[in-house]
């Protein structure tokens, strides 16, 4: 059986407010898809902290001194930095240009996931808007996808996703940041190979797979398609969250 | 436009100097795909090694006096890791059950990528075969495309992945080792927003996000589907390389 991953075409700009299952209900009519069970809808995150009025306006934020002192290694607008400090529960590296942080989710990121493009609220300096992320991307993806079963009568998963640089490997993958209704890993420790002898080691990372293929599709147009359509996902849906994506610190080799 | 991944049914067990370009040709029959430009054929590192003759007998390895303690400390099979250090360059990290190297490739991954299951080469005690990577997959990549873009008279990218964990993260996710006629990133930086003000600054890993969406497909049946068909890429495929997606070790934050 084929993966199939289709972006929806011709969503709105997303404001503040805005009923996103609504919105994606609208986007699957114009797409022609009828939600069958099985399917997930994947979230880029922009839209849902959109939704969910994540946006701050840098003039009302007072830099502390190690915010200013973070700004002057990394580069970094001084009131930016103070966002992600406060967005984050530790600072892992700092370089030109870079600030790696652990954010209060749990998982490492640049710049706590803060974001500068395609963002705009209402007055000020239109240059002055960021947006945070969701404050709790799995909830978010429990509400859309509560709302989406309702409307279709369907078993769903949702996904919200983000893009990540990582260790060792240039360019930014998508990556997931909160689920509902899909596994996050799937444990094949034990499965025995197909000579019936070795068993197994792997636990598959399968949502961030998942993530990375429906951010493949959002592609050059990621602003205008941020919502991506899956049919095909192989394994079995059941309950997940970010929790379980997430290294233990202290097994963690490489923070 | 969607993207659709679809795994090649029924490929047998692949042996030394089997032809890999001729196998996947009766594999896209069976799967009534007919090959269009821009198609790209995604092949698990597996099949690749093992076409190319990459299996070795731990009973034919002398392990190294480096290579005894090294495996005390990641409580590895000695002969293993003596293979592991003929395949790397150096060691990054060394626990209980885990030994991260870069490999000579440029990567970083555990255990050189050296495989033991669904391993049997011809003669001895069948649980002492081990696979490794393949020399050169960029090369093997493009000699696979060279035949079936010849075979079709199709425009064609291929690419070999690999399953590798990751830094602050659970679970193993599909990555590029190795591609041909594909990019590995696509470079962003400098295209307007929307609101065609803010510049980007992101550079994508689009081969990696393939990988991993090739990955998911591959399943559970990873050993049973190795290859799969990609249709719907959304960039313009062009000649890329491993070496492109790998960061400069000088630039590289957490090693």
Redesign the interface.
């Known amino acids: 059986m ?5 972006p929806l075409p011709g969503l709105p ?1 997303i404001r503040p407010g805005d009923p996103l299952a609504d919105i994606l209900v609208t986007g699957l009519t114009a797409a022609r898809i009828e939600l069958q069970d099985g399917d997930i809808l994947v979230l880029a995150q922009k839209i849902v902290s959109k939704a969910e009025g994540r946006l701050v306006n840098l003039a009302t934020i007072e830099p502390s001194a190690r915010a200013r002192e973070l700004a002057q290694s990394s580069g970094k607008d001084p009131r930016l930095t103070e966002l992600i400090l406060r967005e984050s529960n530790a600072v892992l ?1 700092v ?1 030109p240009g ?1 600030l ?1 942080v652990e954010h209060h989710l749990g ?2 990121c640049a710049s706590a996931g803060i974001d ?3 963002v ?1 609220g209402e007055g000020g300096n ?2 002055d808007w960021v947006l945070l992320l969701p404050e709790d991307p799995d909830r978010s993806a429990a509400q859309v996808r509560a709302a989406l079963e309702q409307a279709s009568g369907k078993r769903l998963g949702v996904m919200v996703i983000d ?1 990540h640089g ?10 997931a940041i909160g689920l509902s209704g899909l596994p ?3 444990d ?1 420790r034990g499965w025995q ?3 019936g ?2 068993l ?1 080691i ?5 949502a ?6 429906a ?3 959002m ?2 147009a990621a ?2 398609t941020p919502a991506v359509h899956v049919r095909g ?3 079995p849906l059941r309950d997940g969250s970010l929790k ?4 233990p610190k202290e097994e ?4």
Chains 1, 2 share one sequence.
Do not use: C
């Not at 792997?202 to 399968?206: L, N, Q, W, Y």
């Open positions: 084929s993966l199939t991953l289709t700009l590296r370089r870079s790696i998982f490492v500068h493009s395609n705009r239109p240059d893009s990582r260790a060792w490997r240039l360019g930014t993958v998508g990556t996050g890993l799937v094949e190979d197909l000579f002898y070795h197994k792997t636990v598959v990372g399968v961030d797979e998942l993530a990375a293929a951010s493949l599709v592609g050059q602003e205008a996902f192989p394994y379980e994506i997430l290294r963690d080799m490489f923070r």
